[in-house]
């Protein structure tokens, strides 16, 4: 979602006041994100309830610089959630979101098109260096090992040489859906990507 932050933070505020029976907001999850996070982020935290398809899982919707966005679902209990029903639970969270912007023209739900590839933000050369980094990297280490690191490494190098406007959760949610990572390995690889993209701008600013 796009728009001002004190308008974002109002309609998290009214979607709180109107969840269904199966969803609420998480004040402790709320708190631990506070904990960890930087000083600047923000964070709010959102359970829904198991059903007969999918367990208890969370959801922590982010702001940041005038966007909303949806980092990680993540299972309540141990164990993981399926690509299906990551993505379940996103058009779920984004349906309840819908009668709420109608009342909201400044705010906008972007909502990533399956259509779409990856090259609407990288190159096709990066989006290349991605596709050949995940079909030969094992998905139950991500990039830990040393002829993984090196393939993703590549491609984070080539995306910050472009000057890429690839976000982490959008880069996150393309692993999930297009390329069939498990939710949490994705998540893992976007907070890496998001990391190392900072440190390549700090030190291209570095003037020593």
Not at 76 to 103: A, K, M, W
Not at 152 to 178: C, M, N
Request: charged residues 25%; aromatic residues 8%.
């Amino acid at each position: 979602m796009s728009g001002s932050s004190a308008n974002l933070r109002e309609l998290v505020s009214a979607l709180s006041d109107c969840l269904p029976a199966n969803w609420r907001r998480d004040a402790q999850a709320e708190e631990r994100f506070v904990q960890v996070a930087r000083k600047d982020a923000e964070g709010f935290a959102f359970a829904r309830a198991a059903d007969a398809n999918i367990p208890a899982t969370g959801l922590l919707l982010m702001l940041d610089d005038g966007r909303a966005h949806v980092p990680n679902i993540v299972p309540q209990q141990s164990g993981e959630i399926s690509i299906d029903q990551y993505n379940s639970i996103l058009v779920e969270f984004s349906d309840l979101l819908r009668p709420l912007l109608t009342q909201r023209p400044a705010l906008t739900l972007d909502m990533t098109d399956e259509q779409v590839g990856i090259t609407e933000w990288v190159s096709p050369d990066a989006a290349e260096l991605l596709r050949r980094f995940s079909v030969l990297a094992n998905m139950s280490t991500g990039s830990s090992h040393p002829s993984d690191f090196a393939r993703w490494v590549s491609f984070i190098i080539r995306t910050h040489k472009e000057g890429s406007k690839l976000y982490p959760d959008d880069l996150g949610q393309w692993l999930v859906e297009a390329l069939e990572w498990p939710p949490e390995k994705a998540d893992k690889l976007s907070l890496e990507y998001e990391f190392a993209i900072k440190l390549l701008d700090a030190y291209d600013q570095d003037p020593n």
